[in-house]
Every structure is written in structure tokens, then in C-alpha cells.
Nanobody
């Protein structure tokens, strides 16, 4: 079993910054591809960012490129999402996800690619 606990969400004004953290339990974290997704009311869950087990390969969806950064610290079993230049359209519940199946050197961008999910953390950006 893997447990994921997100933190760092909150209310911020347009242009502000937040840093989300996702702490993972279990010894498989260092072998796991990780991802960040978000879901706004009435919309489907969408990928925001992903990285491979070492963090050497990363993915950012086009709408957040230049503003968000994904990183991880395998020694601390934690993955981060640094969000700068936040916009009202970034408002959503943000979820981290872990893939414990064989990941290879890749990141993954589909919800079905992941095995475990956190409970989510709300990010609200006011205009």
C-alpha cells in the first residue's frame, strides 16, 4: 500500500505563488513515477505535471509551462509542485498520484496510468 498526503493548497491572489507537497509512505516511492492532476468543478480531471522515478524526465501541460515546476526528493519521499504566476483558471482541487507498476524511465499523463491517489488539496486563485 502507498499513502499520499498533499499539502500546501490555499487561497491566493492572481499572480501569487503556492508550493504543493505530496508526502508518500512506502518504500516504493523512489521507483515510482509521480504526477499532479487537477479537477475544477464540472470538469474532468486533467494532468498538470509528471516526472519519472528519478526526476530526470518531467512533463508540464502547456497551460502551466513557464509558471509551474515539478520536482521530487526521493530521500524524503516527497514530490513538489511549485506554482508561480497563478491565474483564476488554475483554481481546482489538486491531486498527486503514484504509479508503482513498472515505470521504466518515463513520466505518465493519464489518470489510468496511476495506481494511488492523494485526497486532494484545494487551490483557489482570486481575481
Amino acid at each position: 500500500q502507498v499513502q499520499l498526503v498533499e499539502s500546501g493548497g490555499g487561497l491566493v491572489q492572481t499572480g501569487g505563488s503556492l508550493r504543493l507537497s505530496c508526502a508518500a509512505s512506502g518504500r516504493t516511492f523512489s521507483n515510482s513515477a509521480m504526477g499532479w492532476f487537477r479537477q475544477a468543478p464540472g470538469k474532468e480531471r486533467e494532468v498538470v505535471a509528471g516526472n519519472n522515478w528519478s526526476g530526470s524526465r518531467t512533463y508540464l501541460t502547456d497551460s502551466v509551462k513557464g509558471r509551474f515546476t515539478i520536482s521530487r526528493d526521493n530521500a524524503k519521499n516527497t514530490v513538489f509542485l511549485q506554482m508561480n504566476g497563478l491565474k483564476p483558471e488554475d483554481t481546482a482541487v489538486y491531486y498527486c498520484a503514484a504509479r508503482i507498476r513498472d515505470s521504466g524511465p518515463w513520466y505518465y499523463t493519464r489518470p489510468a496510468d496511476y495506481d494511488y491517489w492523494g485526497q486532494g488539496t484545494q487551490v483557489t486563485v482570486s481575481s
